[in-house]
């Protein structure tokens, strides 16, 4: 915890706002999707996705292949409290289905489904896109699809099992992706795997969501160690996500801005 504090009062001592950025690319993307503050149709659909989370008191068996959880201590966990205490939080929802809307995305793929508060938003932000969403734990990923079913979200096609196996199935040398949101295992080593994996898929128009960046020291480092690779030219860091970018056009530049 006091790593997180330290680690916020530096992100907010070097944060700016769109007024200090001079890239017409990355201002463009601050001003019209980060700081958009109209209301859209498909807020409401996050807002009742979230509630019937939160309103089911059932508990799983979470099968944790990560980092672990600093909230729990069991891995029998309620459902409702899951949604509430691990799961995307409501602003980071509608930003996340602005982002996926404001570049169009149709081919994205999420590391961590989790109880599929983000790979919702991910899924409505353009009507063409195809989803493909990765989780481990089996009990988690039943869920996930149940509610999917429920709200007839038939964009989402999830993948179960570790992270190394299910890589596999969706053959990374043939993919692709507009969107990748990083969720995953929250580890230095892991992230740079799941980085260095997926670069060949990486085009000029490609956008990368990493979650947690500042979780740790650990992930931290592997932040430091993205920003650095030479297919990266310009990179976001919001604190909890970091956006990277390969616009080969652009010099190489690293941003921090408060969302």
Same mark, same amino acid.
């Given at each position: 915890?006091?790593?997180? =504090? &330290? ?8 944060? +700016?706002?769109?007024? /200090? ?9 601050? $001003? ?26 059932? $508990?799983?068996?979470?099968? @944790?292949?990560? %980092? ?11 459902? /409702? ?11 980071? %929802? ?8 404001? !570049?169009?995305? &149709?081919?994205?793929?999420? =590391? ?10 991910? /899924? ?42 299910? !890589? ?6 043939? %993919?692709?992706? @507009?969107?990748?949101? #990083?969720?995953?295992?929250?580890? &230095? &080593?892991?992230?740079?795997?799941? #980085? ?5 898929? /990486?085009?000029? @128009? $490609? ?5 947690? =960046?500042?979780?740790?020291? @650990?992930?931290? %480092? ?25 616009? +080969?056009?652009?010099? +190489? ?7």
């Amino acid at each position: 915890m006091l790593f997180q =504090i &330290k680690s916020y009062i530096k992100f907010l001592w070097h944060s +700016k706002n769109e007024h /200090a950025v001079h890239s017409p690319f990355v201002f463009s993307l601050i $001003t019209k999707c980060f700081y958009d503050k109209q209301q859209k149709p498909a807020y409401s659909i996050l807002k009742k996705y979230r509630e019937a989370l939160l309103s089911n008191q059932n $508990t799983i068996t979470v099968t @944790d292949f990560g %980092a672990g959880s600093k909230v729990f201590r069991s891995n029998t966990r309620e459902i /409702a409290q899951i949604a509430k205490t691990a799961g995307i939080s409501p602003k980071r %929802a509608k930003l996340l289905y602005r982002i996926s809307h404001y !570049f169009e995305s &149709k081919s994205i793929l999420e =590391i961590g489904t989790s109880l599929g508060l983000a790979t919702v938003p991910l /899924a409505l932000g353009n009507a063409e896109s195809q989803v493909t969403t990765l989780e481990g734990c089996p009990e988690t990923a039943q869920l996930a699809m149940k509610q999917f079913k429920t709200f007839d979200l038939k964009n989402i096609h999830i993948q179960v099992g570790e992270f190394d196996v299910t !890589f596999e199935k969706i053959e990374i040398e043939n %993919a692709a992706y @507009d969107l990748v949101y #990083f969720d995953g295992n929250h580890s &230095k &080593k892991a992230t740079l795997d799941y #980085f260095h994996t997926l670069l060949p898929t /990486a085009s000029n @128009d $490609t956008v990368w969501i990493f979650d947690d =960046i500042h979780w740790s020291e @650990d992930m931290e %480092a592997a932040w430091s160690d993205i920003k650095r690779h030479p297919t990266v030219t310009v990179t976001i860091d919001t604190y909890q996500w970091g956006f990277v970018f390969f616009r +080969k056009e652009q010099p +190489k530049e690293h941003f921090i801005i408060r969302i």
